[in-house]
Protein backbone atom coordinates (compact mmCIF):
# COMPACT_ATOMS: atom_id res chain seq x y z
CA UNK A 1 0.00 0.00 0.00
CA UNK A 2 1.36 3.59 -1.01
CA UNK A 3 1.76 6.36 1.67
CA UNK A 4 -0.90 8.25 0.04
CA UNK A 5 -3.72 5.38 0.03
CA UNK A 6 -3.03 5.04 3.68
CA UNK A 7 -3.49 7.93 4.24
CA UNK A 8 -6.51 8.77 3.03
CA UNK A 9 -8.09 6.15 4.95
CA UNK A 10 -7.51 8.36 7.92
CA UNK A 11 -8.89 12.08 8.97
CA UNK A 12 -7.22 14.14 11.59
CA UNK A 13 -8.95 15.81 14.77
CA UNK A 14 -7.27 19.25 15.64
CA UNK A 15 -7.79 21.47 18.76
CA UNK A 16 -6.31 24.28 19.22
CA UNK A 17 -5.08 26.04 22.65
CA UNK A 18 -4.41 29.60 21.84
CA UNK A 19 -2.64 31.79 24.59
CA UNK A 20 -2.91 35.54 23.60
CA UNK A 21 -0.76 37.99 25.73
CA UNK A 22 -2.93 40.97 26.41
CA UNK A 23 -1.45 44.33 26.01
CA UNK A 24 -2.21 46.21 29.05
CA UNK A 25 0.37 48.48 30.70
CA UNK A 26 0.63 46.62 33.86
CA UNK A 27 0.47 42.93 34.95
CA UNK A 28 -2.43 41.19 35.82
CA UNK A 29 -2.49 41.05 39.68
CA UNK A 30 -0.03 43.85 39.78
CA UNK A 31 1.05 47.02 39.19
CA UNK A 32 4.20 46.05 37.59
CA UNK A 33 4.89 47.16 33.71
CA UNK A 34 4.43 44.61 31.05
CA UNK A 35 7.44 45.84 28.38
CA UNK A 36 8.85 42.77 26.52
CA UNK A 37 12.72 42.90 26.08
CA UNK A 38 13.98 44.98 28.99
CA UNK A 39 16.66 44.18 31.29
CA UNK A 40 16.09 40.58 32.78
CA UNK A 41 14.55 40.17 35.88
CA UNK A 42 13.67 43.94 36.25
CA UNK A 43 9.89 43.89 36.48
CA UNK A 44 8.60 41.14 38.59
CA UNK A 45 6.92 42.82 41.70
CA UNK A 46 6.97 41.07 44.68
CA UNK A 47 2.96 39.82 43.81
CA UNK A 48 3.99 38.58 40.43
CA UNK A 49 6.34 36.67 42.23
CA UNK A 50 3.93 35.63 45.08
CA UNK A 51 6.18 36.48 48.23
CA UNK A 52 4.42 36.02 51.17
CA UNK A 53 1.87 38.24 52.41
CA UNK A 54 0.97 39.59 49.08
CA UNK A 55 -2.37 39.69 47.49
CA UNK A 56 -3.30 40.26 44.19
CA UNK A 57 -5.41 42.67 42.99
CA UNK A 58 -6.97 42.09 39.44
CA UNK A 59 -6.62 44.55 36.21
CA UNK A 60 -9.54 45.94 34.81
CA UNK A 61 -8.11 46.68 31.39
CA UNK A 62 -7.32 42.91 31.61
CA UNK A 63 -11.11 42.10 32.05
CA UNK A 64 -12.43 44.23 29.55
CA UNK A 65 -10.11 42.42 27.17
CA UNK A 66 -11.39 39.57 27.62
CA UNK A 67 -15.30 40.90 27.53
CA UNK A 68 -14.23 42.12 24.40
CA UNK A 69 -13.12 39.36 22.93
CA UNK A 70 -16.00 36.89 23.85
CA UNK A 71 -18.56 39.73 22.23
CA UNK A 72 -16.79 39.62 19.23
CA UNK A 73 -17.48 35.71 19.38
CA UNK A 74 -20.82 36.08 19.98
CA UNK A 75 -19.84 33.81 23.52
CA UNK A 76 -22.30 34.05 26.91
CA UNK A 77 -19.75 35.86 29.42
CA UNK A 78 -19.88 34.88 32.56
CA UNK A 79 -21.32 37.23 35.66
CA UNK A 80 -19.11 35.67 38.05
CA UNK A 81 -15.94 34.34 37.03
CA UNK A 82 -13.76 32.39 39.42
CA UNK A 83 -10.44 32.64 39.17
CA UNK A 84 -8.39 29.26 40.12
CA UNK A 85 -4.90 28.03 41.70
CA UNK A 86 -3.09 25.41 39.18
CA UNK A 87 -0.61 24.04 41.11
CA UNK A 88 3.08 23.05 39.62
CA UNK A 89 6.60 22.89 40.58
CA UNK A 90 8.80 24.53 37.56
CA UNK A 91 11.71 26.92 37.94
CA UNK A 92 9.83 29.62 36.20
CA UNK A 93 7.07 29.36 38.40
CA UNK A 94 8.40 30.58 41.54
CA UNK A 95 5.25 30.84 43.32
CA UNK A 96 4.32 26.85 42.66
CA UNK A 97 0.99 27.67 41.42
CA UNK A 98 -0.62 29.65 38.56
CA UNK A 99 -3.67 32.01 38.87
CA UNK A 100 -6.04 30.75 36.13
CA UNK A 101 -9.70 29.99 36.07
CA UNK A 102 -10.97 26.10 35.63
CA UNK A 103 -15.17 26.05 36.19
CA UNK A 104 -16.35 29.40 35.43
CA UNK A 105 -14.24 31.04 32.81
CA UNK A 106 -15.05 34.45 31.55
CA UNK A 107 -15.94 33.86 28.24
CA UNK A 108 -18.18 30.32 27.69
CA UNK A 109 -19.38 28.98 24.18
CA UNK A 110 -18.71 30.51 21.21
CA UNK A 111 -17.72 30.30 17.43
CA UNK A 112 -15.87 31.82 14.80
CA UNK A 113 -16.23 31.30 10.73
CA UNK A 114 -13.08 30.42 8.89
CA UNK A 115 -12.35 29.89 5.12
CA UNK A 116 -10.32 27.16 3.92
CA UNK A 117 -10.15 26.08 0.15
CA UNK A 118 -13.01 28.25 -0.45
CA UNK A 119 -15.12 26.72 2.10
CA UNK A 120 -16.61 28.42 5.16
CA UNK A 121 -16.75 26.35 8.32
CA UNK A 122 -17.76 27.15 11.64
CA UNK A 123 -15.07 26.32 14.18
CA UNK A 124 -16.68 26.33 17.93
CA UNK A 125 -14.67 28.14 20.77
CA UNK A 126 -15.03 26.01 24.10
CA UNK A 127 -14.27 28.66 26.32
CA UNK A 128 -11.64 31.70 26.63
CA UNK A 129 -10.22 32.21 30.33
CA UNK A 130 -7.99 34.84 31.83
CA UNK A 131 -4.43 33.74 33.23
CA UNK A 132 -1.00 34.90 34.42
CA UNK A 133 1.85 33.93 32.50
CA UNK A 134 4.98 32.36 33.29
CA UNK A 135 8.70 33.55 33.51
CA UNK A 136 10.94 32.08 31.21
CA UNK A 137 13.55 29.79 31.12
CA UNK A 138 16.70 30.50 28.67
CA UNK A 139 18.55 27.68 28.04
CA UNK A 140 21.09 28.86 25.65
CA UNK A 141 23.18 32.18 27.40
CA UNK A 142 25.30 29.77 29.66
CA UNK A 143 27.02 26.37 28.86
CA UNK A 144 26.09 24.64 31.79
CA UNK A 145 22.55 25.93 33.54
CA UNK A 146 20.11 27.67 32.56
CA UNK A 147 18.81 31.19 33.20
CA UNK A 148 15.47 32.16 34.95
CA UNK A 149 14.38 35.33 33.47
CA UNK A 150 10.60 36.26 34.99
CA UNK A 151 9.72 39.86 33.46
CA UNK A 152 7.08 37.66 32.16
CA UNK A 153 5.69 36.23 34.99
CA UNK A 154 2.65 37.61 35.67
CA UNK A 155 1.82 38.85 32.28
CA UNK A 156 -2.03 38.61 31.74
CA UNK A 157 -3.30 36.08 28.87
CA UNK A 158 -6.21 34.93 27.36
CA UNK A 159 -6.32 31.03 26.78
CA UNK A 160 -8.41 30.16 23.84
CA UNK A 161 -10.01 27.12 23.57
CA UNK A 162 -11.04 25.72 20.64
CA UNK A 163 -13.93 22.59 19.75
CA UNK A 164 -11.86 19.50 18.22
CA UNK A 165 -13.87 20.89 15.12
CA UNK A 166 -10.46 21.41 12.63
CA UNK A 167 -9.87 18.49 10.31
CA UNK A 168 -6.55 19.21 8.60
CA UNK A 169 -3.03 21.34 9.30
CA UNK A 170 -4.48 23.89 6.93
CA UNK A 171 -7.80 24.67 8.83
CA UNK A 172 -6.02 24.87 11.84
CA UNK A 173 -3.76 27.74 10.55
CA UNK A 174 -6.68 29.27 9.41
CA UNK A 175 -8.22 29.34 12.26
CA UNK A 176 -5.32 30.42 13.82
CA UNK A 177 -4.80 33.53 11.71
CA UNK A 178 -8.77 34.43 12.44
CA UNK A 179 -8.15 34.44 15.84
CA UNK A 180 -4.74 36.73 15.11
CA UNK A 181 -6.83 38.86 13.28
CA UNK A 182 -10.12 39.46 15.79
CA UNK A 183 -7.26 40.61 18.87
CA UNK A 184 -5.52 42.44 16.68
CA UNK A 185 -8.54 44.25 15.50
CA UNK A 186 -10.08 44.32 18.56
CA UNK A 187 -6.71 46.11 19.66
CA UNK A 188 -6.31 43.64 22.92
CA UNK A 189 -2.68 42.21 21.53
CA UNK A 190 -0.08 42.84 19.43
CA UNK A 191 0.27 40.03 18.24
CA UNK A 192 3.57 39.46 17.60
CA UNK A 193 4.25 35.77 17.59
CA UNK A 194 7.61 36.03 16.86
CA UNK A 195 7.70 38.01 20.83
CA UNK A 196 5.13 34.76 22.51
CA UNK A 197 2.29 37.44 21.97
CA UNK A 198 0.75 34.77 20.37
CA UNK A 199 1.56 31.10 20.71
CA UNK A 200 -0.50 28.08 20.63
CA UNK A 201 -0.49 24.42 21.54
CA UNK A 202 -2.33 22.14 18.97
CA UNK A 203 -4.13 18.74 20.07
CA UNK A 204 -4.02 16.08 17.34
CA UNK A 205 -5.56 13.09 17.49
CA UNK A 206 -6.62 10.33 13.99
CA UNK A 207 -9.56 8.45 13.49
CA UNK A 208 -10.45 5.69 10.95
CA UNK A 209 -12.63 8.25 8.16
CA UNK A 210 -16.40 7.92 9.01
CA UNK A 211 -15.92 6.85 12.48
CA UNK A 212 -17.91 8.97 14.83
CA UNK A 213 -15.58 8.52 17.91
CA UNK A 214 -12.31 10.55 18.98
CA UNK A 215 -8.88 8.48 18.49
CA UNK A 216 -6.41 9.17 21.74
CA UNK A 217 -4.49 12.61 21.09
CA UNK A 218 -1.28 14.11 21.61
CA UNK A 219 -0.41 17.73 22.71
CA UNK A 220 2.22 19.78 20.86
CA UNK A 221 2.81 22.80 23.00
CA UNK A 222 4.47 26.19 22.85
CA UNK A 223 3.94 26.91 18.94
CA UNK A 224 5.28 30.17 17.90
CA UNK A 225 4.39 30.85 13.99
CA UNK A 226 1.83 30.07 11.41
CA UNK A 227 4.37 27.94 9.39
CA UNK A 228 5.65 25.71 12.17
CA UNK A 229 1.58 24.88 12.98
CA UNK A 230 0.91 23.30 9.78
CA UNK A 231 4.82 21.94 9.69
CA UNK A 232 3.96 20.33 13.41
CA UNK A 233 0.50 19.09 12.87
CA UNK A 234 1.12 17.55 9.09
CA UNK A 235 4.53 15.50 11.12
CA UNK A 236 2.14 14.74 13.93
CA UNK A 237 -0.43 13.40 11.53
CA UNK A 238 1.65 11.47 9.69
CA UNK A 239 3.78 9.83 12.79
CA UNK A 240 0.35 8.93 14.03
CA UNK A 241 -1.14 7.22 11.18
CA UNK A 242 2.47 5.16 10.86
CA UNK A 243 2.16 3.99 14.38
CA UNK A 244 -1.61 3.25 14.01
CA UNK A 245 -1.21 1.35 10.49
CA UNK A 246 1.16 -1.08 12.70
CA UNK A 247 -1.54 -1.49 14.51
CA UNK A 248 -0.20 0.33 17.55
CA UNK A 249 -1.56 2.86 19.90
CA UNK A 250 -1.34 6.41 20.22
CA UNK A 251 0.73 7.51 24.00
CA UNK A 252 -1.82 10.57 25.01
CA UNK A 253 1.20 12.78 25.81
CA UNK A 254 2.54 16.01 25.31
CA UNK A 255 4.93 16.79 22.65
CA UNK A 256 7.42 19.53 21.83
CA UNK A 257 8.03 20.62 17.97
CA UNK A 258 11.34 20.93 17.17
CA UNK A 259 11.67 23.31 14.11
CA UNK A 260 15.25 22.75 13.02
CA UNK A 261 14.54 18.80 12.43
CA UNK A 262 10.58 19.46 11.68
CA UNK A 263 9.60 16.87 14.08
CA UNK A 264 8.03 16.53 17.33
CA UNK A 265 9.75 14.64 20.39
CA UNK A 266 7.64 13.43 23.14
CA UNK A 267 8.41 15.53 26.21
CA UNK A 268 6.12 13.46 29.23
CA UNK A 269 3.20 11.86 29.68
CA UNK A 270 -0.21 13.62 29.17
CA UNK A 271 -0.64 15.82 32.76
CA UNK A 272 -5.03 15.82 33.74
CA UNK A 273 -6.52 18.75 35.77
CA UNK A 274 -6.47 16.32 38.88
CA UNK A 275 -2.57 16.62 38.39
CA UNK A 276 -3.37 20.20 39.38
CA UNK A 277 -4.81 20.29 42.13
CA UNK A 278 -6.87 23.01 41.44
CA UNK A 279 -8.71 24.92 43.94
CA UNK A 280 -10.67 28.57 43.73
CA UNK A 281 -7.90 31.30 44.46
CA UNK A 282 -8.37 32.40 48.25
CA UNK A 283 -7.17 35.57 47.53
CA UNK A 284 -9.71 36.69 44.93
CA UNK A 285 -13.48 37.04 45.02
CA UNK A 286 -15.72 35.25 42.56
CA UNK A 287 -15.78 38.28 39.82
CA UNK A 288 -18.96 40.32 39.19
CA UNK A 289 -19.39 41.13 35.62
CA UNK A 290 -23.08 42.83 35.10
CA UNK A 291 -25.21 42.38 32.07
CA UNK A 292 -25.06 46.48 31.47
CA UNK A 293 -21.31 46.53 31.62
CA UNK A 294 -20.86 43.67 28.54
CA UNK A 295 -23.87 45.48 26.85
CA UNK A 296 -21.88 48.65 26.47
CA UNK A 297 -18.61 46.71 25.81
CA UNK A 298 -20.31 45.19 22.98
CA UNK A 299 -21.72 48.12 21.58
CA UNK A 300 -18.60 49.73 21.29
CA UNK A 301 -17.03 46.80 19.73
CA UNK A 302 -14.67 48.52 17.06
CA UNK A 303 -14.78 47.45 13.35
CA UNK A 304 -13.82 43.41 12.74
CA UNK A 305 -12.22 41.91 10.32
CA UNK A 306 -15.18 40.58 8.57
CA UNK A 307 -17.14 43.93 8.67
CA UNK A 308 -13.94 45.80 6.99
CA UNK A 309 -13.74 43.89 4.45
CA UNK A 310 -17.31 44.05 3.04
CA UNK A 311 -17.25 47.75 3.94
CA UNK A 312 -14.02 48.19 1.67
CA UNK A 313 -15.99 46.26 -1.31
CA UNK A 314 -18.77 49.04 -0.65
CA UNK A 315 -17.16 51.96 -0.05
CA UNK A 316 -13.81 51.76 -2.17
CA UNK A 317 -14.64 49.82 -4.85
CA UNK A 318 -12.46 46.78 -4.31
CA UNK A 319 -12.93 43.12 -5.17
CA UNK A 320 -12.85 40.65 -2.40
CA UNK A 321 -9.62 39.34 -2.92
CA UNK A 322 -8.65 42.48 -2.51
CA UNK A 323 -10.68 43.51 0.18
CA UNK A 324 -9.22 40.31 2.29
CA UNK A 325 -5.27 41.47 1.29
CA UNK A 326 -6.01 44.42 2.61
CA UNK A 327 -7.38 43.25 5.59
CA UNK A 328 -5.05 40.60 6.45
CA UNK A 329 -3.92 42.78 9.39
CA UNK A 330 -4.76 45.78 11.70
CA UNK A 331 -1.85 47.75 10.69
CA UNK A 332 -2.73 47.10 6.36
CA UNK A 333 -5.99 47.32 7.16
CA UNK A 334 -5.48 50.94 8.28
CA UNK A 335 -2.46 52.01 6.27
CA UNK A 336 -4.48 51.52 2.84
CA UNK A 337 -7.53 53.25 4.74
CA UNK A 338 -5.21 56.87 5.99
CA UNK A 339 -4.28 56.44 1.56
CA UNK A 340 -8.07 55.54 0.09
CA UNK A 341 -9.47 58.85 2.04
CA UNK A 342 -6.82 61.09 0.27
CA UNK A 343 -6.05 59.81 -2.99
CA UNK A 344 -7.58 60.81 -6.09
CA UNK A 345 -7.91 57.49 -8.06
CA UNK A 346 -8.65 54.30 -5.32
CA UNK A 347 -7.76 51.83 -8.05
CA UNK A 348 -4.28 52.98 -8.81
CA UNK A 349 -4.25 53.10 -4.77
CA UNK A 350 -4.97 49.23 -4.41
CA UNK A 351 -2.59 48.29 -7.14
CA UNK A 352 0.46 50.43 -6.26
CA UNK A 353 -0.24 48.97 -2.21
CA UNK A 354 -0.69 45.44 -3.50
CA UNK A 355 2.00 45.54 -5.91
CA UNK A 356 4.97 47.65 -5.39
CA UNK A 357 4.91 48.97 -2.08
CA UNK A 358 4.21 45.58 -0.62
CA UNK A 359 7.20 44.08 -2.62
CA UNK A 360 9.27 46.49 -0.93
CA UNK A 361 7.61 45.94 2.49
CA UNK A 362 8.70 42.04 1.79
CA UNK A 363 11.84 42.79 0.33
CA UNK A 364 13.29 44.67 3.68
CA UNK A 365 11.69 41.85 5.65
CA UNK A 366 9.28 44.72 7.44
CA UNK A 367 5.67 45.45 8.55
CA UNK A 368 3.86 48.33 7.37
CA UNK A 369 3.53 49.21 11.16
CA UNK A 370 7.63 49.79 10.59
CA UNK A 371 6.92 51.12 6.93
CA UNK A 372 9.91 53.47 5.92
CA UNK A 373 7.08 55.24 3.78
CA UNK A 374 4.57 57.16 5.24
CA UNK A 375 0.62 56.68 4.31
CA UNK A 376 1.21 60.91 3.76
CA UNK A 377 4.58 59.82 1.67
CA UNK A 378 2.40 57.49 -0.60
CA UNK A 379 -0.68 59.88 -1.24
CA UNK A 380 1.77 62.78 -2.29
CA UNK A 381 3.14 59.97 -4.91
CA UNK A 382 -0.59 58.68 -6.10
CA UNK A 383 -1.65 62.31 -6.67
CA UNK A 384 1.57 63.15 -8.51
CA UNK A 385 1.31 60.28 -10.86
CA UNK A 386 -2.68 60.98 -11.01
CA UNK A 387 -2.33 64.34 -11.95
CA UNK A 388 0.57 63.25 -14.14
CA UNK A 389 3.25 65.01 -13.27
CA UNK A 390 5.35 61.64 -13.08
CA UNK A 391 5.26 58.50 -14.91
CA UNK A 392 4.82 55.20 -13.69
CA UNK A 393 8.34 54.17 -14.05
CA UNK A 394 9.54 57.68 -12.37
CA UNK A 395 6.85 56.55 -9.39
CA UNK A 396 8.76 53.24 -9.02
CA UNK A 397 11.93 54.61 -8.59
CA UNK A 398 10.76 57.67 -6.13
CA UNK A 399 9.15 54.85 -4.08
CA UNK A 400 12.68 53.08 -4.20
CA UNK A 401 13.70 56.55 -3.13
CA UNK A 402 11.26 57.53 -0.88
CA UNK A 403 12.79 54.06 1.37
CA UNK A 404 16.07 55.06 1.30
CA UNK A 405 16.33 58.42 2.56
CA UNK A 406 15.12 60.57 4.04
CA UNK A 407 12.89 62.94 1.43
CA UNK A 408 9.56 64.65 0.26
CA UNK A 409 8.20 63.35 -3.15
CA UNK A 410 8.42 66.75 -4.30
CA UNK A 411 12.00 66.86 -3.50
CA UNK A 412 13.27 63.75 -5.45
CA UNK A 413 11.11 64.47 -8.51
CA UNK A 414 13.14 67.76 -8.56
CA UNK A 415 16.10 66.27 -7.80
CA UNK A 416 15.77 63.26 -10.23
CA UNK A 417 14.62 65.34 -12.62
CA UNK A 418 11.26 63.10 -12.96
CA UNK A 419 8.61 65.20 -14.06
CA UNK A 420 6.64 64.64 -16.50
CA UNK A 421 6.11 66.82 -19.50
CA UNK A 422 2.59 66.63 -20.60
CA UNK A 423 1.52 70.13 -21.74
CA UNK A 424 0.55 69.27 -25.01
CA UNK A 425 1.94 72.83 -26.50
CA UNK A 426 5.39 71.99 -25.43
CA UNK A 427 5.23 68.18 -26.38
CA UNK A 428 3.55 69.46 -29.81
CA UNK A 429 6.92 71.60 -30.36
CA UNK A 430 9.09 68.76 -29.22
CA UNK A 431 7.77 66.67 -32.13
CA UNK A 432 8.12 69.42 -34.60
CA UNK A 433 11.40 69.14 -34.13
CA UNK A 434 12.06 65.43 -34.01
CA UNK A 435 10.08 65.09 -37.23
CA UNK A 436 11.93 68.50 -39.33
CA UNK A 437 15.20 66.13 -37.91
CA UNK A 438 14.28 63.06 -39.39
CA UNK A 439 12.83 63.83 -43.31
CA UNK A 440 13.79 60.18 -44.72
CA UNK A 441 11.99 58.47 -41.95
CA UNK A 442 9.30 60.82 -42.48
CA UNK A 443 8.52 60.11 -46.67
CA UNK A 444 9.02 56.15 -46.00
CA UNK A 445 6.31 56.31 -43.07
CA UNK A 446 4.09 58.23 -45.20
CA UNK A 447 5.17 55.50 -47.76
CA UNK A 448 3.21 53.38 -45.49
CA UNK A 449 6.38 52.17 -43.15
CA UNK A 450 4.49 52.07 -40.18
CA UNK A 451 6.27 50.50 -37.89
CA UNK A 452 8.42 54.09 -38.06
CA UNK A 453 6.33 55.40 -35.82
CA UNK A 454 7.90 53.55 -32.57
CA UNK A 455 11.01 55.04 -33.85
CA UNK A 456 9.48 58.82 -34.05
CA UNK A 457 8.32 58.43 -30.02
CA UNK A 458 12.02 56.96 -29.24
CA UNK A 459 13.32 60.23 -30.37
CA UNK A 460 10.95 62.51 -28.77
CA UNK A 461 11.44 60.58 -25.70
CA UNK A 462 15.25 60.62 -26.09
CA UNK A 463 15.09 64.31 -26.78
CA UNK A 464 12.81 64.64 -22.86
CA UNK A 465 15.29 61.84 -21.41
CA UNK A 466 12.14 60.18 -21.20
CA UNK A 467 9.38 62.62 -19.26
CA UNK A 468 7.51 63.20 -21.56
CA UNK A 469 4.02 61.67 -21.40
CA UNK A 470 3.61 58.78 -23.43
CA UNK A 471 -0.33 59.27 -23.78
CA UNK A 472 0.18 62.65 -25.05
CA UNK A 473 3.05 61.58 -26.96
CA UNK A 474 1.25 59.07 -28.91
CA UNK A 475 -1.51 61.46 -29.71
CA UNK A 476 -0.18 64.06 -30.89
CA UNK A 477 2.42 62.58 -32.93
CA UNK A 478 -0.35 60.46 -34.70
CA UNK A 479 -1.89 63.62 -35.37
CA UNK A 480 1.21 65.30 -36.77
CA UNK A 481 2.14 62.39 -38.91
CA UNK A 482 -1.05 61.72 -40.66
CA UNK A 483 -1.13 65.55 -41.69
P1 LIG B 1 -6.89 19.45 28.55
O1 LIG B 1 -7.28 20.51 29.49
O2 LIG B 1 -6.56 18.16 29.21
O3 LIG B 1 -5.82 19.86 27.61
P2 LIG B 1 -9.41 19.75 27.10
O4 LIG B 1 -10.55 18.82 27.12
O5 LIG B 1 -9.60 21.07 27.74
O6 LIG B 1 -8.17 19.03 27.68
O7 LIG B 1 -9.02 19.95 25.58
C1 LIG B 1 -7.98 20.69 25.17
C2 LIG B 1 -8.00 20.79 23.67
O8 LIG B 1 -7.90 19.50 23.09
C3 LIG B 1 -9.25 21.40 23.09
O9 LIG B 1 -8.86 22.36 22.13
C4 LIG B 1 -9.98 20.25 22.44
O10 LIG B 1 -10.68 20.65 21.30
C5 LIG B 1 -8.84 19.34 22.05
N1 LIG B 1 -9.20 17.92 21.98
C6 LIG B 1 -9.90 17.21 22.89
N2 LIG B 1 -10.01 15.92 22.50
C7 LIG B 1 -9.33 15.82 21.31
C8 LIG B 1 -9.06 14.75 20.40
N3 LIG B 1 -9.47 13.51 20.65
N4 LIG B 1 -8.35 15.03 19.30
C9 LIG B 1 -7.90 16.27 19.06
N5 LIG B 1 -8.14 17.29 19.87
C10 LIG B 1 -8.83 17.10 20.99
MG1 LIG C 1 -4.37 21.40 27.42
Known amino acids: MSEKTEYSDWEPVIGLEIHVQ????????????????IEQNSQASIIDLGLPGVLPVLNKKAIEMAVKF????NAEISNTAIFARKNYFYPDLPKGYQISQLDDPIVGQGSVEIECNEEKKLIGITRAHLEEDAGKSIHDKYDSSSAIDLNRAGTPLLEIVSEPDLRSAKEAVAYLKKIHSIVTFLDISDGDMSQGSLRCD???????????????????KNINSFKFVEKAINFEILRQIKIKNLNNEIEQETRLYDSQKNETRSMRSKEHANDYRYFPEPDLIPLQIS?????????????????KISRFCSEYGLSIYESEILNSSKG??????????SVKDVKTAVKW??????????????LVEDSLISSSDLIDLLNCLYENKISGPAAKKVLEILWNEDLKVEEIIEKENLKQISNEDDISRIISEVISKNPKQLEQFKQGKEKL????????????EGSADPKVVNKILKEKLNQ
Open 353 to 366: ILGDFSAILNKNNC
Open 332 to 341: MSNFFEKVAI
Open 453 to 464: FGFFVGQVMKTT
Open 291 to 307: NEYIENIRKSLPELPEQ
Open 202 to 220: ANVSIRKKGESEFGFRTEI
Open 70 to 73: GCSI
Open 22 to 37: LSTESKIFSNAPTKFG
